[in-house]
Antibody, heavy 123, light 106 residues
Framework: QVQLQESGPGLVKPSQTLSLTCSVSGGSISSGGYYWSWIRQQPGKGLEWIGYIYYSASTYYTPSLRSRVTISVDTSKNQFSLKLSSVTAADSAVYFC???????????????WGQGTLVTVSS | DIQMTQSPSSLSASVGDRVTIACRASQNISSYLNWYQQKPGKAPKFLIYAAYNLQSGVPSRFSGSGSGTDFTLTITSLQPEDFATYYCQQSYVPYTFGQGTKLEIK
């Protein structure tokens, strides 16, 4: 079955750009039918959706982060990536990648998820 | 954005108990509501979609109900592995989650 795995630096300096990659195995991003998402969870807090991308590179970002977020896809590597610019301590979180399964219209959900990767913003 | 509010934020229960977690949307979301379970240090696990449809493999002691703005997740006959944090999530972009309900052992 499809599995997702996040990778990237665990420590980022304030004002720099956070960069993470999600590698997908067991299925092809190019096959279509799914959106590929990033979600984060600040320490001890709830879940915050960041955005998603389709294999065609169409994207949607949550408004609160839109000015700083870029999600891209590399179908040749079966990966998608997150860049978050001008980070502060408030961006310290566990970052998850997840697939968005859509059955019909608004019937959609996140499954599966990667295991998550902790990113700390600190000098 | 649609705001999702869960109640209670935490609750204590015993093995064998029946518990209900509520989730309220700030506007009508029809039945476009999902539920997830998260254990410490793990990714969330998808449980229920479109308010009441169980994901394959999810035990039948889990059930969901509701529509419009008010939804519930019910777990009957709690098992030790059910103690976790539960999140609701609505399916309109931008997707948003409830703040979570931590279910603890009494």
């Amino acid at each position: 079955q499809v599995q997702l795995q996040e990778s990237g630096p665990g420590l980022v300096k304030p004002s720099q750009t956070l960069s993470l990659t999600c590698s997908v195995s067991g299925g092809s991003i190019s096959s279509g039918g799914y959106y590929w998402s990033w979600i984060r969870q600040q320490p001890g807090k709830g879940l915050e959706w960041i955005g998603y991308i389709y294999y065609s590179a169409s994207t949607y970002y949550t408004p609160s982060l839109r000015s700083r977020v870029t999600i891209s896809v590399d179908t040749s590597k079966n990966q998608f990536s997150l860049k978050l610019s001008s980070v502060t301590a408030a961006d310290s979180a566990v970052y998850f990648c997840a697939r968005v399964r859509t059955v019909a219209g608004l019937i959609n959900w996140f499954d599966p998820w990667g295991q998550g990767t902790l990113v700390t913003v600190s000098s | 954005d649609i705001q999702m509010t869960q109640s209670p934020s935490s609750l204590s229960a015993s093995v064998g108990d029946r518990v209900t977690i509520a989730c309220r949307a700030s506007q009508n979301i029809s039945s476009y509501l999902n539920w997830y379970q998260q254990k410490p240090g793990k990714a969330p696990k998808f449980l229920i979609y479109a308010a009441y449809n169980l994901q394959s493999g999810v035990p039948s002691r889990f059930s969901g109900s509701g529509s419009g703005t008010d939804f519930t997740l019910t777990i009957t006959s709690l098992q030790p592995e059910d103690f976790a944090t539960y999140y609701c999530q609505q399916s309109y972009v931008p997707y948003t989650f409830g703040q979570g309900t931590k279910l603890e052992i009494k």
